[in-house]
């Protein structure tokens, strides 16, 4: 049988999509080296215009280190910049969002072809097993009705739409009769869930919870305006990972409202230190280097910053992604101006979590993945990494760590 290989670029929404492609192969076998692959099924990111480079570079390199594979573009990419790979020959095939449930009929082309599909598809694919994984990743919806003018993705994920209830808790329920008992929700825009079905998070979330097996339940990332009474009163649920990350994205408001965001910073923080209260670990999204963020925005952001409970952060610097409303923004932060900031901010949130750690050492529950010569990482329920040695074989198993070690970069333990 022929092989495929799968290189995945980008976010958890494209890890999931991976795994119902690997779980539609039927007459293919997977491999883990590209370069004895038949074929290589690219899952692209163009989040930015780098994004977009890191993926030609990989397919230029793959037609170089293996020229007889099939290259083969998915994900965002191929909705973005799939065309101009395609005519310019450097892909043997595109293949669109709604494609990918199709990938064991697709890859039977014997010539090159371009099927981008639409973008109105929606997902029902029950995915029993992660590759690789502890954890399982469940997408719940697709696409994104917000206008950030930083993004693209609405452009190349379409309109907000979720999955059905029944299909999610029906693949909740096989991943966790097949061992897994951490589930991450994932999604373009997790906390839209159930708009367009007439339900909620907090309302999936009650049922979830009710499933033998599930143990633990991460959300990938709300906005600030999507968490409502309903879901405030499940914070106390012994299920909930103590972690939430809420994308605010900047906490100078005249750039949030540059970036056209619906958050502003008295709400954020009032939000951000009631979820703090109930004992939550914080994670947010920040980008530094925005047009129009000057000295004064940056130094009214960054002491801001101080007052928030934060304590983990996806920070970045601006990069221009094409067609968007802020590619052409003026006036535009130098790059080595963006870096001195990201470094700055950075390096508050890394202290903030450094003190969080050493408040937060007893009752930790921590799920292992595989390790390797007895030493075995995973997360607690903080979401904060810990290293765990061990003469036991601890792969994928819950522990309970003792006296732990509260490192510069990671917490540490014995058992």
Request: proline letters at 2%; hydrophobic letters at 35%; charged letters at 25%.
């Amino acid at each position: 049988m022929q092989k495929v290989y799968f290189k995945t670029f980008g976010c958890r929404t494209n890890q999931f999509d991976t795994q119902v492609m690997m779980s539609k192969l039927k007459d293919y076998v997977l491999t883990d080296n590209e370069l004895n692959s038949d074929y290589i099924v690219v899952n692209s990111c163009t989040v930015t215009n780098g994004a977009d480079s890191s993926v030609r570079n990989y397919i230029s390199s793959m037609k170089r280190k293996n020229p007889n594979a099939k290259v083969i573009l998915a994900g965002c990419g191929s909705h973005s910049k799939g065309e101009s790979l395609f005519e310019d020959k450097k892909v043997f095939g595109v293949m669109g969002h709604s494609e990918k449930e199709n990938i064991n009929a697709v890859l039977k082309n014997e010539n090159p072809f371009y099927q981008i599909g639409d973008l109105e598809h929606i997902d029902s694919t029950i995915v029993e097993e992660f590759v690789g994984k502890s954890r399982a990743f469940i997408k719940i919806q697709e696409g994104c009705d917000f206008a950030c003018s930083y993004c693209i993705i609405p452009q190349v994920r379409g309109a907000a739409r979720s999955h059905k209830e029944e299909t999610i808790l029906e693949q909740i329920s096989k991943l966790a009769n097949n061992g897994f008992g951490e589930f991450i929700l994932t999604g373009t825009n997790v906390g839209s869930y159930g708009r367009d079905h007439n339900t909620s998070m907090a309302k999936l979330l009650k049922k979830m919870s009710m499933i033998r097996g599930v143990r633990r339940i991460r959300i990938g990332s709300l906005e600030p305006i999507q968490i409502d009474d309903e879901f405030m009163e499940l914070l106390t649920e012994p299920w909930m990972a103590r972690h939430l990350h809420i994308a605010l994205q900047h906490t100078s408001d005249k750039m949030l409202d540059l970036m056209n965001r619906r958050n502003e910073f008295k709400t954020d923080l009032e939000l951000f230190r009631k979820i703090a209260d109930r004992g939550y670990a914080l994670g947010t999204d920040y980008i530094v280097g925005h047009p129009g963020e000057d000295e004064k925005e940056w130094a009214e952001a960054i002491s801001r910053v101080k007052e928030l409970p934060l304590t983990h952060v996806h920070a970045f610097s601006y990069s221009k992604r094409d067609n968007t409303p802020s590619s052409t923004m003026r006036p535009e932060v130098k790059g080595n101006i963006a870096k001195v900031r990201h470094k700055e901010l950075t390096a508050i949130i890394k202290a903030k979590n450094y003190a969080f750690r050493r408040e937060h050492t007893q009752d930790l529950e921590v799920l292992l993945e595989n390790g390797k010569d007895g030493i075995y990482q995973g997360f607690d329920q903080y979401f904060n990494r810990i290293s765990v040695t061990s003469n036991e074989d601890l792969s994928a198993n819950w522990v309970f760590p003792k006296n732990v070690e509260v490192a510069d970069e990671i917490n540490k333990a014995e058992l």
